[in-house]
């Protein structure tokens, strides 16, 4: 069983609509939870940083954190079309290695 | 401010090769970390560098290794290449370890 377990998708969603994406994870000492988007043949992108548990908001995006249930969530808000992207949920420990998850690939139709 | 810089962006190799790569951190950060990304595994850790010395390690054979310079430069070096190796390395700069920002990759392709 992976550390990190995140659905690939693919996700389909029309413009304007609200995306969801969510990592779960096996190892409590998670401590630092990232979301990380990355275009065709490029970088992964940070977007989000949390350390604790419940909600962080940045323009459209809202990070999640439930770290009793091991899971946490991206919220992208009037989803356009240059969202088209993979998704990564990323986290650490004390240490400075992030674990990956496999990545959500989302489309948004025009 | 520039971004992490990775040379070259495109390399093909044959078996048996060795490689280096390249990554320029950001202006003042002093951690480097790698990391490998292919379809089947995702991104997986390989090692990150702080001040010249290597802190962390992954779980990867020693045929993957690498190096810090004083002024934060990191290079990594694949000896005797596997089909296997084939994959986009991305390197990620940090002050300190903390908030990572990402290069474009290096795409190696082993044939």
């Known amino acids: 069983q992976k550390e990190v377990e995140q659905d690939p998708g693919p996700l389909s969603v029309p413009e304007g609509a609200i995306v969801s994406l969510n990592c779960t994870y096996s190892n409590s000492a998670f401590q630092y939870f990232m979301w990380y988007r990355q275009y065709s043949r490029k970088g992964p992108e940070l977007l989000m940083y949390t350390y604790s548990s419940g909600n962080k908001e940045d323009g459209r995006f809202t990070a999640q954190v439930d770290k009793s249930s091991k899971y946490i969530s991206l919220f992208i808000r009037d989803s356009q079309p240059s969202d088209s992207a993979t998704y990564l949920c990323a986290m650490r420990k004390g240490d400075y290695k992030l674990s990956f998850g496999a990545g959500t690939t989302v489309t948004v139709r025009a | 401010k520039a971004g992490v810089t990775q040379t070259p962006r495109y390399l093909i190799k044959t078996r048996g090769q060795q490689v280096t790569l390249s990554c320029s951190p950001i202006s003042g950060h002093r951690s480097v970390s790698w990391y490998q990304q292919t379809p089947g595994q995702g991104l997986q850790f390989l090692f990150e560098?702080?001040?010249?010395?290597?802190?962390n390690k992954g779980n990867f054979p020693g045929r993957f290794s690498g190096r810090q310079f004083s002024n934060s430069r990191s290079e990594m070096n694949v000896s005797t290449l596997e089909l296997g190796d084939s994959a986009l390395y991305l390197c990620a700069s940090s002050y300190a370890g903390d908030t990572q920002y990402f290069g474009p990759g290096t795409r190696l392709t082993v044939l």
């Open positions: 560098y702080f001040s010249e010395t290597q802190r």
